[in-house]
């Protein structure tokens, strides 16, 4: 079926997040949408999708124009979405999910089961899924759930199947599975499109690239492009894909994480038995794919999390079992991996946002009395030298983007005196701009001689910080290598294997 | 979805700021307090409405409405007027009285109305800005009465002295109640509107079963459920002699005000309070620690909470009390809480405004016949109306502010083609 | 930047490899050892070891099985009441030390040997307290059933609110809304069922508002359900006292609902003149509990239902939609709480009083949390309550050794036992309470 976008705008308030964006996608063809966090992808397609409705502009099937007034209109016609956050209900079976919407029901409405568990069977064996209709979704694994999703689509028979981000949650061969999946079906003739911001994905599947940017069409290119011209068309101007930082003087091990193991409110080992040190002077990038403990072990670093054994030390001192303004006092900095939720606090300004984890005492507060001016005048400061954009040190933490969010959050950080920096996923989710200077302010910390780690799932981030590399797979670190370590060895100890050179 | 906000933060505005007297005129129009003197309005028309339909001279006049309308009209005028003029009268100024020592006498009344009402809303106001719901009102009040009665007439002290061990003690036992709440909900995750609800039977049944045994708190030599009156020592003293009902409490609880204020604004605690009100993941990772806050913004939000059921007990009646000196101000708590927007003054003047209610409401029930019932009615409206923005800025066809969310369409869009 | 990990072609041949595949890295799991149940039951061991046994009085206690009016007549029994003082405190702390040796495994304790605990330490507390005394059992069942049947009501229409998503505190108002307008209702028209059914629309009504403030106007639920009680009370207080009692004798004297004997099933010894000697109210009781719990699971109503009260956003992109569903279910809910409201009027009292429901709403929405928002085991709930709330009378009959007043307290007691998570954990419906925007 051949999918056509004509002129869609989608407004929200005074804010328009999609501009007369065209887009054809034909049966047959992987079409990749690519373009930043916030370049408008994900709303395009829920527009597609039914679930927004257009404010300009036309979608059509196979050239007849289409009226969607929800997803189900979008399902009946065949449109099926993969989404970024699985779209899943972890308390039902996969049947139940699957069924979701378009049951099926025997006498006095009762649910039909056994025909949904048989389609579940039936797609799981045209693609070779091993997928239980009658497992809870909430226990298993993530790559599983994303078949169940993908099942949940084909099970109405779309012609038209979006991707949404669909790699995130992936190991880099479960990325390589999912992309023999969409190739499958591709040659099954349905039409798909290929939400992401990863270049090398795109290059590696797409039949056509289109690339987004601040809501409009900037451009579209063959696979064939290099990455840095899809970089400099989807970004707007020459990128600087990597970090310049001269070589680490690593001083000593100042940072002691020794046999560390944290359980979760069910007893689950997220954390297993992990050993590491971090020097003085030197960046350790804690590796993975999201999901395997490298979240938990940031928190159990900060004191967040209440199950734990094992031996955390800063110079000398131990920090496990310590609450959390204690860690802080010792002069941990902490840039948690989900700003808006851990980070900030939305509705408070930036100024008091800057003072959140000091709302202990001097200089902050005398006597159990908040110092307004001396606040003000840090505050204004502060914001200068982190470039924070914004209409004023009074404005609200959720009025401004992602990046000078996250420069907020930084800056609290980094204008406290530090002997250890811990950065979870510091570049998540903003413009590439504000990336750059994250990193540059995460190496100058290094330079100044503290020890720090960045946890990031980004490959491209953890080459382009690290000194050192730390994998973890399944709550364990799989091994410890030096940050020029070729991308494919760390692709397979991203999925538990160790290969043979690297010792743990 | 996580996307469409980082959409909206990153995309350009595209479209020209409105001007800014359009702003300034968008900003009176559509702020807070015009919408909460529309609720008031509102409220006071639908309560006028019902005092219309339930009066049987309407009724009577009605049944002859077409060959005389004007009679009928003229009845539900009267009705109306009569109702709230009385309440007026009750509530401010009372113009049948001479002088005005006499005229005023009705505005003291509120005075004293508003008191534990005021403080009470501040204890919900304060848990409500560290996230917290508490309806436990009932149950602090009582046990606050309780303790502070109990010292009131058991103990025999030195004046002052006295006064202030009751209060104390009524503050401590307020705290304690409210201080259970917290401590669950920081230990155990217990819902704190759950365990609050159940805590106000608990002290009900409890205070009921003190209150009719001997030796607790059953007054000696008597069989009713009812104590001994308040020690002299331990009364609260009037505050304009003794021809107008306003004690002392009213002072307390203009200090308690500012004190409140001071806590939220200014103060350490207060910033935390906010911080975990507002968002505690953050809090917690910026070293707040959230289980403390719960139990000190309970415990505090108890003890003020009670000073509601000492200004009972200790002010209002203190001839002896039995399980009804909440008088519901428990509740009524709630809603002052809200009208007030959880700010300590805006609570401080929905507070008097209630207090107006209540004075007005006795005084409209003995002089026109209305149940004083009425006023929860009214109360009640407002608070829905005043949360519903939307709603009341629909009725009086006001503009909605730029950024506010819009009401759901709980109905499927309606399909329109949308051309190029 | 460097090559892609692995080409095309060897993606393509790689067979697709279960979650658990042999890597030197296993996640475990280790079990987290809880103390709540043995505690509790060893705090209830030691009270019932000094109240039964160090403290056993001497006598027997009788329990009458069955009335003069049953067709099969039961024995009456006569328990000696230090004896079973005695066994049963033994029972009792052998099942703490059984609770404990399961705690030590990591083992839970399981339901049914807190039933058994139950309702020993209740058998034991009767014989206990009605020394010298005869207890009737239909009896203090009986009355059991007549004060749950408004909770039940009450808990069912909370269970479908708050399993759609919307958090019922207002079963209260919906109870006393429908109390007033049934009584009103029957009263003019003469008819108990017309009166019902305009119960069901009045908790209906009610239902309205809390659905159009709470869905439409994103008000938070718990203020509009507070608020809404409020207004309620308010509303029926005023009405009551400036036209319901001036007009008692054509407003408010509505005819009651008739017991209808069910044959055969009526004659069960013990439970049959409880459970089918009733009215049609209790009857309908039966069946919306069946239903409820039925449809729930096995249906594709209960199926949507719990769909958008989990996860609302994944409901949407299925094409549920989730305004609709939430507020015709609250509608729902509302029409079943009015029932139970029905109930005090055209049930059990025989006219509208002021604030009649005194509190039974939040005892349901007790039992819907200590149910754990699942229908039998709400209604099990529910049934405790009434029998707590009874027994405190019947004892107060024979001379109780426990001051009314806390048995009173028991249903809030328990109830805040079950939230602090003492009787296993407690897990509502994930979206409960948040309202859906979309996007």
Redesign the interface.
């Known amino acids: 079926m051949k999918l056509e976008l004509?002129?869609i705008t989608k407004r929200?308030?005074?804010?328009?997040?999609n501009?007369h964006i065209d887009l054809v996608v034909q049966p047959g063809e992987i079409h990749a949408l690519l373009g930043e966090?916030?370049?408008?992808?994900?709303?395009l397609m829920?527009v597609l999708?039914g679930?927004?409705?257009?404010?300009?502009?036309?979608i059509l099937l196979d050239d007849v124009v289409q009226?969607f007034?929800?997803?189900?209109?979008a399902?009946?016609a065949g449109i099926g979405?993969v989404?970024?956050?699985?779209?899943?209900?972890?308390?039902?079976t996969v049947a139940?999910n699957v069924?979701?919407?378009?049951?099926s029901?025997t006498f006095?409405?009762?649910?039909n089961l056994a025909a949904a568990r048989d389609k579940v069977r039936t797609i799981s064996a045209r693609f070779?899924?091993?997928v239980d209709p009658d497992a809870l979704v909430g226990d298993?694994?993530v790559?599983?759930q994303q078949r169940v999703e993908i099942i949940?689509a084909l099970s109405l028979d779309a012609q038209v199947l979006i991707f949404d981000e669909p790699t995130a949650v992936l190991t880099?061969?479960e990325t390589?599975?999912l992309?023999?999946i969409m190739?499958q079906l591709r040659d099954a003739g349905t039409a798909i499109v290929f939400i992401t911001h990863k270049?090398?994905e795109v290059r590696?599947?797409a039949d056509k690239i289109t690339v987004i940017r601040?809501?409009a069409v900037v451009g579209e290119a063959d696979p064939t492009a290099t990455?840095e011209e899809l970089a400099t068309l989807m970004v707007g101007r020459e990128v600087e894909?990597t970090v310049f930082k001269a070589p680490a003087q690593p001083g000593a091990a100042s940072f002691v994480v020794k046999d560390l193991t944290v359980?979760d409110?069910?007893?689950?080992?997220?954390v297993?038995n992990v050993s590491f040190e971090v020097h003085a002077g030197e960046i350790l990038c804690i590796a993975g794919v999201q999901g395997n403990g490298q979240t938990e072990l940031a928190e159990a670093i900060?004191g967040?999390e209440p199950?734990t054994q094992g031996i955390i030390e800063l110079n000398g001192e131990s920090l496990r079992g310590r609450?959390?303004?204690h860690?802080?006092?010792e002069g941990v900095g902490?840039v948690?991996e989900d700003r808006s939720?851990?980070?900030?606090?939305?509705?408070?300004t930036i100024a008091?946002n800057l003072?959140?984890?000091r709302?202990?005492g001097a200089p902050?507060?005398k006597v159990?009395?908040?110092q307004?001016k001396y606040l003000s005048e840090f505050a204004t400061e502060t914001s200068e030298e982190f470039d924070i954009r914004s209409q004023g040190i009074l404005s609200k933490a959720s009025e401004?983007?992602?990046g000078n969010q996250q420069k907020v959050v930084l800056a609290r950080e980094l204008s406290r005196k530090l002997t250890f920096f811990l950065a979870a996923q510091p570049t998540r989710?903003i413009?590439v701009g504000s990336i750059e200077f994250v990193h540059k302010r995460i190496v100058a910390t290094r330079d100044a001689g503290v020890p720090v780690i960045v946890v990031s799932t980004e490959l491209?981030e953890v080459t382009a910080l690290a000194d050192r590399i730390a994998v973890m797979?399944?709550?364990?670190i799989?091994g410890i290598v030096p940050g020029d370590t070729?991308?494919?060895v760390l692709?397979?100890m991203m999925a538990?294997?160790?290969p043979a050179e690297v010792v743990a | 979805m996580s996307d469409n906000k980082a959409t909206a933060d990153s995309v350009e505005t595209k479209i020209a700021p409105p001007s800014r007297w359009n702003v300034a005129l968008n900003e009176i129009l559509s702020g807070s307090i015009i919408i909460s003197i529309l609720s008031v309005v509102l409220a006071l028309v639908v309560g006028a409405i019902l005092i219309i339909v339930v009066d049987p001279k309407v009724a009577t006049a009605s049944g002859y409405f077409f060959a005389r309308p004007l009679d009928t009209l003229g009845a539900m005028w009267n009705s109306a007027f009569g109702a709230y003029s009385s309440l007026f009268q009750g509530a401010i100024y009372n113009f049948q009285r001479p002088d005005f020592a006499a005229g005023i006498r009705p505005f003291t009344e509120t005075l004293n109305f508003a008191a534990p009402l005021i403080v009470a809303g501040l204890g919900v106001a304060m848990a409500f800005r560290v996230g917290l719901f508490n309806i436990g009102g009932r149950g602090q009040m009582l046990i606050a009465a309780a303790c502070a009665g109990y010292v009131g007439f058991a103990f025999d002290l030195p004046p002052v002295v006295h006064l202030v061990v009751a209060i104390a003690a009524g503050l401590a036992g307020g705290a304690v109640w409210g201080g259970i709440v917290g401590l669950l909900k920081a230990r155990t995750g217990a819902h704190e509107v759950i365990v609050t609800i159940m805590l106000n039977y608990v002290a009900f049944y409890l205070i009921s079963y003190m209150l009719r045994t001997p030796g607790l708190l059953q007054a000696p030599g008597s069989n009713n459920p009812k104590t001994a009156p308040i020690n002299p020592n331990a009364v609260l003293p009037d505050l304009l002699g003794s021809s107008y009902n306003v004690n002392f409490g009213l002072i307390l609880v203009i200090a308690l005000t500012v004190l409140v204020w001071w806590i939220l604004s200014r103060s350490s605690l207060g910033f935390q309070f906010r911080a975990v009100g507002e968002n505690p993941n953050a809090a917690r990772v910026a070293g707040i620690r959230v289980d403390r806050m719960y139990i000190y913004a309970m415990l505090i939000s108890g003890g003020l909470v009670g000073m509601a059921g000492i200004i009972q007990v200790l002010g209002t009646v203190p001839s002896g009390f039995s399980s009804g000196i909440d008088a519901g101000i428990g509740f009524d708590a709630i809603t002052v809480a809200l009208l007030g927007r959880a700010r300590p003054w805006g609570v401080f003047f929905a507070g008097l405004l209630f207090g107006a209610f209540k004075a007005g409401g006795f005084a409209m029930q003995a002089a026109e016949g209305i149940p004083i019932d009425i006023v929860l009615v009214v109360q009640s409206l407002i608070v829905l109306f005043i949360a519903a923005p939307p709603l009341v800025r629909a009725l009086f066809r006001l503009p909605t502010p730029v950024g506010e969310p819009k009401p759901v369409s709980l109905r499927k869009p309606k399909l329109k083609a949308v051309a190029r | 930047m460097s090559a892609p990990v692995v080409t095309p072609e060897n993606s393509a041949s790689m067979p697709v490899q279960p979650a658990a595949s042999s890597n030197v890295i296993v996640r475990e799991k280790e079990a987290i050892r809880s103390w709540k149940a043995p505690i509790s039951f060893a705090v209830f061991a030691a009270l019932a070891t000094v109240l039964f046994w160090i403290l056993g009085k001497d006598g027997t206690s009788n329990f009458r099985l069955s009335t003069d009016t049953d067709l099969i007549q039961i024995n009456s029994v006569d328990l000696p009441a230090l004896a079973t003082g005695i066994v049963i405190s033994l029972a009792l702390i052998l099942i703490t030390a059984l609770s404990f040796w399961l705690s030590l495994q990591k083992r839970p304790t399981p339901i049914w040997i807190v039933a058994i605990y139950g309702v020993l330490f209740m058998v034991g507390f009767l014989t206990w307290a009605g020394v010298g005394e005869s207890i009737l059992v239909p009896g203090l069942l009986l009355g059991a059933l007549g004060l749950s049947i408004p909770l039940i009501f009450g808990a069912m229409g909370g269970i479908i609110s708050e399993r759609v998503g919307v958090v019922n505190v207002a079963i209260e108002g919906q109870l006393l809304a429908g109390a007033f307008v049934s009584a009103l209702v029957a009263s003019v028209t003469g008819s108990a069922y017309v009166g019902l059914v305009a119960a069901m629309a009045a908790g209906m009504l009610v239902s309205f508002v809390l659905a159009t403030f709470s869905i439409k106007y994103l008000v938070d639920q718990v203020i509009v359900g507070v608020v809404l009680n409020v207004l309620v009370l308010g509303l029926t207080s005023f009405l009551y006292s400036s036209v319901l009692t001036q007009h008692s004798s054509e407003l408010n004297s509505p005819p009651r609902f008739d017991f209808i004997p069910i044959p055969l099933l009526s004659e069960i010894p013990i439970l049959g003149p409880v459970l089918f000697r009733q009215t049609i109210i209790v009857y309908l009781m039966y069946i919306i509990v069946a239903v409820v719990a039925y449809a729930l699971v096995k249906t594709k109503w209960g199926l949507r239902l719990r769909s958008v009260g989990e996860h609302p956003q994944a409901a949407d992109t299925v094409g549920i939609n989730v305004y609709m569903t939430r507020f015709w279910n609250v509608s729902l809910a509302g029409a079943i709480a009015g029932i139970g409201g029905a109930y005090f009027t055209l049930g059990s009292v025989g006219s509208f009083q002021k604030d009649m429901t005194a509190g039974a709403g939040f005892i349901a929405l007790a039992a819907v949390i200590f149910g754990r928002w699942d229908p039998i085991r709400a209604l099990l709930a529910a049934l405790l309550f009434g029998f707590a709330t009874n027994l405190q009378s019947v004892l107060a009959i024979i001379g109780s050794p426990v001051p009314s007043e806390f048995m009173l307290m028991l249903p809030y007691i328990v109830t805040i036992i079950a939230v602090a998570g003492f009787v296993g954990k407690v897990r509502g419906p994930a979206a409960s309470g948040k309202p859906y925007i979309k996007g």
């Open positions: 004509r002129g929200f308030g005074a804010l328009t997040a501009d966090n916030g370049a408008g992808k994900s709303t829920n999708y679930l927004y409705q257009a404010d300009e502009g036309q009226y007034s929800g997803p189900g209109d399902m009946l979405m989404h970024q956050h699985f779209m899943l209900i972890p308390v039902f139940e069924m979701l919407g378009h049951e029901t006095g409405g009762r649910l070779g899924f091993d298993l694994p790559g599983i949940k880099p061969q390589d599975e992309m023999a190739r270049l090398r590696e599947v601040l809501g990455n894909l359980l409110a069910h007893g689950h080992r997220v297993n900060m967040l199950h609450s959390v303004r860690i802080l006092d902490y948690p939720h851990d980070g900030l606090v939305g509705s408070f008091e003072m959140l984890d709302a202990n902050f507060v159990g009395n908040l307004l401004l983007s992602g989710g413009d491209d797979y399944r709550g364990g799989v070729p991308r494919q692709g397979l538990g294997e160790v």
